[in-house]
């Protein structure tokens, strides 16, 4: 399973990016991809997902700020992020699951400047 994430980069807060991971290796169209996200100093956490039949979740702390979205053909997940925060500064990585096991992808950084 490989899954290669790009469109980090510095912004400032109120600012947007979007973030894309191209996945490979799974059948996609009926996996739930995700994003999750490693900040500094802290644990790794599972951000937002989007299920097959496009059912989306959300951590609290980007709820209507984040959304994911899918492109079953591309094999990619995208994330659009609003508003953006100094806390939302971390490496972001591309989820899945295969198996029963997690897979995260190589990671992009995204920095939030106040």
């Known amino acids: 399973v490989q899954l290669q994430a790009s469109g980090g980069g510095l912004v400032q807060a109120g600012g947007s990016l979007r973030l894309s991971c191209v996945v490979r290796g799974i059948n996609f169209r009926i996996n739930t991809v995700g994003w999750g996200r490693e900040a500094p100093g802290k644990q790794r956490e599972l951000v937002t997902n989007?299920?097959?039949?496009?059912?989306?979740n959300y951590v609290d702390s980007v709820k209507g700020r984040f959304t994911i979205s899918r492109d079953n053909i591309r094999n990619t997940v995208y994330l659009e992020m609003n508003s953006l925060k100094p806390e939302d500064t971390a490496v972001y990585y591309c989820?899945?699951?295969?198996?029963?096991?997690?897979?995260w992808g190589k990671g992009t950084q995204v920095t939030v400047s106040s």
């Open positions: 989820h899945t699951v295969r198996g029963g096991m997690d897979y």
């Open positions: 989007i299920t097959s039949s496009r059912n989306t």
